[in-house]
Each structure stands twice: as structure tokens, then as C-alpha cells.
């Protein structure tokens, strides 16, 4: 069964969340981790905040392209508050 996955990375160097979607979440954030990825590429060092996955590509960009908007941004912020407290 193929997974798609919506993932949050907090920037330690500005405090901003990247939001992404893949289906290969380890090899996606060693891509991150080595500055692969254009978006991410100055604002590392980047952590793994949050991921959830899906079986269905549709929902998976639905709820990444909710995520990207001003109401998923303060989702996280409200669901995370513990998480970004610590840092």
C-alpha cells in the first residue's frame, strides 16, 4: 500500500515552518538535512515536528494545502504549542 505523507519542519535558524508532502518521508527529509531542497536550503538546520500519512493522494494534498494556509498555520501552532514552546 503506497503512502503519502504531509510533514512539518521547524527551522531552528528562523523559527518557520516548512510544510511538505511526499511518499518517501525518510529519503525527503535526508534531502532536507543535506540542503537538496532549494525551499529549505538556507534555513537549516530543520526538525521534524509533526508528520501524518495517507492512503489517498487526494486527501494527503488537501490537507497539506490546508496546512500552508493562515488557519493550518495557526492549527499547528495551537496543536504543537508544547512542541514549540520547547525551542
Do not use: C, P, W
Not at 518517501?24 to 529549505?40: D, F, N, P
Amino acid at each position: 500500500m503506497t503512502r503519502y505523507y504531509i510533514y512539518v519542519l521547524l527551522s531552528t535558524k528562523d523559527g518557520k515552518f516548512y510544510i511538505g508532502f511526499t511518499k518517501e518521508l525518510r529519503q525527503r527529509l535526508t534531502e532536507h538535512a543535506l540542503g537538496k531542497v532549494h525551499s529549505t536550503r538556507g534555513r537549516r538546520y530543520l526538525r521534524l515536528i509533526h508528520y501524518e500519512y495517507f492512503i489517498n493522494k487526494k486527501d494527503a494534498k488537501a490537507r497539506e494545502t490546508y496546512l500552508k494556509s493562515g488557519a493550518g498555520h495557526d492549527q499547528i501552532r495551537s496543536f504543537l504549542k508544547n512542541t514549540l514552546n520547547e525551542n
